[in-house]
């Protein structure tokens, strides 16, 4: 059974930084694609980050880009995400997900396997 459980998130001053974990279990993900994604209640859930398989490619939503940034470690079946310079608006639950396929999509369907989510608030 595959299971995606996030870790990291809490409350943090604008200005902070958090770093975000998802591990996986039930299958190697090293072929696949490992994104993140936030949403707030009642809105739709929005592309963060994802980083392709060998973690040599990654792509960013341009609200966070030079803030945010994704990283993976294969042999332990794990994907971070490290968030800086944090702001209100970065307010939101994140979840971890996993397209079994090589290329990397900004699309939360294209995504197959998906956690929990973590919440992660930003003061101000």
């Known amino acids: 059974q595959v299971q995606l459980v996030e870790s990291g998130g809490g409350l943090v001053q604008a200005g902070g930084s958090l770093r975000l974990s998802c591990a996986a279990s039930g299958r190697t993900f090293n072929n696949y694609v490992m994104g993140w994604f936030r949403q707030a209640p009642g809105k739709e859930r929005e592309f963060v980050a994802a980083?392709?398989?060998?973690?040599?490619?990654?792509s960013y939503a341009d609200s966070v880009k030079g803030r945010f940034t994704i990283s993976r470690d294969n042999a332990k079946n794990t994907v971070f995400l490290q968030m800086n310079s944090l702001k209100p608006e970065d307010t939101d639950v994140y979840f971890c997900?996993?397209?079994?396929?090589?290329?990397?999509?900004?699309?939360?369907?294209?995504?197959?396997?998906w956690g929990q989510g973590t919440q992660v608030t930003v003061s101000s």
């Open positions: 997900a996993v397209r079994p396929h090589s290329g990397v999509s900004y699309y939360s369907s294209a995504y197959a396997y």
């Open positions: 980083i392709s398989s060998g973690g040599g490619s990654t």
